[in-house]
């Protein structure tokens, strides 16, 4: 089906043209243009962060900073039950094992759960901001610092969410708040680790590139042309914020007192606009027929096939997947596209 109001798309420009052109015309296009390192020095810079390691997707920078933490087989990582399933199969990949925490009312791990579930061989917790709302990160890297664990934060849907743990990880696909297409970037003040993730990025060469590889590595890196796009969307990153939060307050003020919308807390950043809905398949679509995209929450991490939990149906993440969804939440969506898309559903519900 094709939608003239689809739930994501990027915003890019002339500075996007004109880096990528610049990439391009000086013939470094691959991971080892100057790009890259603008990319990772700029997005470090904007975060307050030493060191910016980036790479092929945000699921490539979750698999290297918990390899650069020594996370192995054996060991367990603390993971939120309502996430995107990249941040349980990070885990996977480094033959770790993921043990799933609920959710709370926003959405995000729940906090107070979290002690129950640390065993002797936990080494890492991964709070994700969900849609842009920040964990209780104090919280948090307290409880880390009285089992001496690591914290990873996967920020894939929080750019502007100021990171605080061992390693920050980002995502750049498409639909995220800033792009460069595919792409991931992760961010540390710890030199070693951002060592050891650019080593593992780049197939582990030596320093010497005799190919002895000493360890099991990857061929995670980013391209110059992507950095390109990555840099010229971080140098706009508040612009971009301040257009998103203007599309958060046009969408509360809308779609408030209807009845049979719940509207969800308020975001630290928007990524996406999520929300509640009585009858949510029938207004799926009844928005579709309109040309209005909607997509569904995450499901529990216990219900996907490769984690299953038969206790799923009983988890807080269980009761938001059965009810909530988000609406089109992009930085050029205006103030036309919401009035079009707030009036079909109060149309809908008779508001």
Known sequence: MSFTQPVSKPWLGERELEYVTDAVSGGWISSQGPYVRKFEEAFAAYNGSAYGVACSSGTTALTLALRALG???????????????????????????????????????DVALIEE?????TK??????????????????????????????????????????????FSLFANKIITAGEGGVCLTDDPHLAEQMAHLRAMAFTKDHSFLHKKLAYNFRMTSMQAAVA???TEQLDAILDKRREIERRYDKALSGIDGITLMPPRDVLWMYDLRAERRTELR??????????????????RQPGYLDPRWPSLN??????????????????????????????TFYGA
């Open 71 to 109: 996370v192995g087989p054996g060991d367990e990582v603390i993971v939120p039950e309502f996430t995107m399933i990249a941040s349980a199969w990070a885990v996977t990949y480094t033959g770790a094992t993921p043990v799933f925490v609920d959710c709370g009312d926003d959405l995000n791990i």
């Open 117 to 121: 579930k640390i065993t002797p061989r």
């Open 124 to 169: 890492v917790i991964m709070p994700v901001h969900v849609y842009g709302r920040r964990c209780d990160m104090d919280r948090i890297m307290d409880l880390a610092h009285e089992y001496n664990l690591r914290v990873v934060e996967d920020s894939a849907e929080a750019h502007g969410v100021r990171p605080v743990a061992d390693i920050a990880c």
């Open 231 to 233: 840099l010229a969307q």
């Open 285 to 302: 679509e009844f928005l579709a027929e309109d040309g209005i995209e909607t997509r569904l929450f995450f499901k529990p991490m216990s």
């Open 317 to 346: 993440a269980s009761r938001f997947s059965e009810d909530g969804f988000y609406l089109p939440t992009h930085t050029g969506l205006t103030e036309e596209d919401q009035e079009f898309v707030t009036d079909r559903i109060r």
